[in-house]
């Protein structure tokens, strides 16, 4: 899904940078909110592991593959805003190091993957849990329910960039029918991935997942044949986590299996062009494609520059950016944690007669 510098033209490009710009710094801002002593660390952390599973690209279809996009996971692991950012960070790392998604079309990249992808997950995964038992299970079904239709919903946003600013005079139904079509099988692939993810969290850490807060159940009494809320009584508390599996624990085995997918798992991943490739390379959409203003970065195309052995170079390419992915998401996030602080501290909050 990662869009190349010349599929769309300045003027749309310029608008979508705009409207990122935007969405990023209200993201900032509606962070402040959702980043607290338990979210911050794992954000920076979110950010890696999308990294890193997004270099797994899986078949999906005859000549086909796909990767995960991941804002329906970072939504439900730290909340919108927050994964506004995550996946934000992710493109901003891929289009400057390694040369994937062009630095025109950033803007259209963070819009369609950051933007579209996080919103129509997390709205529809609210509007799960509230009809659906309040249980952890409902969480990950949601997850599962969620992540699969902000695929094709990131598929339809670029078509409807594509038929506002595309470069090339190709029937903008084609192209619609081609990429939802593809991108609901690559659905499939991202819902597994964010439900596997967010079901092995809560199993270990539930007060971790943004999402799951405020699941809890209510103490009930049957009154004439119906279970009501039993009166002055609180929600009953979640079961408290497993003492020894602490913060550090939780973030530091994310971070190796990030190193271990990045560096190791992704040799094996598929070499088919993704969903977005092949539709461009079948309807001639890439026609007018451009060079990367990165094609001579040392780590274009996630390998690392005179390093002849493909296992090596992808494997040191990728936990290169897992690490740097960590860092700068960690550097944001404790920012953005600092800066509540501060707008929370008693000298902000006092007033003046």
Not at 249 to 265: D, E, H, K, M, R
Not at 297 to 309: F, Q
Request: charged share 15%.
């Amino acid at each position: 899904m990662h869009v190349p510098d010349g599929f769309i033209n300045a003027p749309t490009s310029a608008v979508t940078g705009v409207v990122a710009a935007g969405a990023i710094a209200v993201s900032l801002r509606g962070a402040r909110r959702e980043l607290d002593e338990r979210t911050a660390p794992l954000a920076g952390l979110v950010a890696a592991f999308i990294f890193a599973v997004q270099m797994l690209n899986f078949p999906v279809a005859a000549g086909t593959s796909g990767h995960l996009l991941g804002g329906a996971l970072a939504a439900i692991l730290v909340g919108p805003y927050t994964g506004v950012l995550c996946v934000s960070v992710v493109l901003l790392m891929q289009g400057i190091l390694f040369a994937d998604g062009g630095l025109t079309a950033l803007g259209v990249n963070i819009t369609d993957m950051a933007i579209v992808t996080t919103v129509v997950a997390y709205a529809l995964f609210r509007g799960l849990v509230k009809v659906l038992p309040r249980t952890r299970r409902s969480v990950t079904v949601a997850s599962f329910v969620a992540a699969l239709v902000s695929v094709p919903a990131a598929a339809l946003a670029f078509t409807l960039l594509y038929w506002i600013g595309g470069t090339t005079d190709v029937s903008i139904g084609k192209v619609a029918t081609a990429m939802i079509g593809v991108h609901v099988l690559i659905g499939i692939g991202e819902a597994a991935i964010t439900a596997l993810t967010v079901g092995a969290v809560i199993a270990v850490r539930p007060d971790l997942v943004y999402g799951a807060r405020g699941l809890q159940q209510r103490l009930k009494l049957r009154v004439n044949g119906e279970l009501v809320d039993a009166p002055g009584t609180e929600p009953a508390p979640a079961p408290a986590p497993v003492a020894a599996r602490s913060h550090r624990t939780v973030w530091i085995t994310g971070l190796v299996a990030s190193l271990v997918l990045a560096g190791f798992v992704s040799f094996y991943a598929s070499a088919d062009p993704d969903g977005l490739e092949k539709v461009a390379s079948d309807k001639g959409i890439d026609e007018k494609a451009e060079e990367h203003a990165a094609a001579d970065s040392p780590l274009a195309d996630y390998g690392v520059k005179d390093i002849t052995d493909a296992r090596i170079s992808g494997g040191l390419a990728g936990v290169i950016g897992v690490g740097v992915t960590v860092v700068a998401g960690s550097a944001v996030f404790w920012a953005v944690r600092r800066r509540r602080s501060e707008d929370t501290s008693p000298s902000n909050t006092e007033t003046t007669v």
